[in-house]
């Protein structure tokens, strides 16, 4: 089946303690990105990605970090989460820039305290 | 930078009426998408438009692509309990600007 896979789904973690949630998907898509969703803000780029060794900032890059060093997987790395980082994050995937069909990943919500 | 504003916000309907939803851009879009999100679900690509003026069907939902391309609608006929979510619309390609959303709440 055709799937963006995000885990984990829930997480819980203190200020200042790294974390990372990662993102899969086995589609052979190019293209990926991370969005988190905020009440009141809706979706907001945090980075994406044009193929594997190529990555760009969103709109709100402050604070993440992303890697791609396979063309599956595109982890977002937070070295030191802080609470205004709480938020409804997605993966998403197309299978490239100018393609239309995007799949996104069924989200992790993250809370800092 | 790119902004793309989306109304209403919120609209309540019976089942059965008709919506409709608004996506303005501050700027002339190379295309725009269209998204659905139930609650608690995650967003499902609908549509993409990229023509000036183009209309697209998906069984009562239309869509439209404004002449200058910086507005886009999407219109509901006849909805349903289905219906049910945010509907978002999007702009760009490497860097894709949402809309901020439209709940739609369908009373049956």
């Known amino acids: 089946e055709a799937q963006v896979t995000q885990n984990p789904r829930y997480l819980i973690t203190v200020t200042g303690k790294k974390l990372t949630v990662t993102c899969s998907q086995n589609?052979?898509?190019?293209?990926m990105s991370w969005y988190r969703q905020d009440p009141g803000l809706g979706l907001r780029q945090i980075y994406y990605?044009?193929?594997?060794?190529?990555?760009d900032k969103g709109d709100v890059p402050e604070g993440y970090k992303v890697s791609r060093k396979e063309k599956r997987n595109f982890p977002l790395i937070l070295e030191s989460p802080s609470p205004n980082q709480t938020s409804l994050y997605f993966c998403?995937?197309?299978?490239?820039?100018?393609?239309?069909?995007?799949?996104f990943g069924p989200g992790t919500r993250l809370t800092v305290l | 930078g790119q902004q793309v504003m989306q109304i209403p916000q919120y609209q309540h309907v019976q089942e059965g009426e008709d919506f409709t939803t608004y996506c303005n851009s501050s700027t002339t879009l190379s295309n725009i998408q269209w998204y659905k999100q139930r609650p608690g679900g995650h967003p499902v690509f609908l549509i993409q438009?990229?023509?000036?003026?183009e209309v697209k069907k998906q069984k009562r939902l239309t869509f439209q692509f404004g002449e200058a391309k910086k507005n886009s609608s999407l219109h509901i006929t006849a909805t349903q309990t289905t219906d049910v979510g945010t509907y978002f619309c999007?702009?760009?390609?490497?860097?894709?600007?949402f809309g901020k959303g439209t709940m739609l709440l369908v009373s049956p």
């Open positions: 990605s044009m193929n594997v060794e190529v990555t």
């Open positions: 438009l990229v023509k000036s003026g």
């Open positions: 999007a702009g760009g390609y490497s860097t894709l600007t």
């Open positions: 589609m052979n898509h190019e293209y």
């Open positions: 998403a995937s197309r299978l490239a820039a100018f393609t239309h069909t995007q799949y």
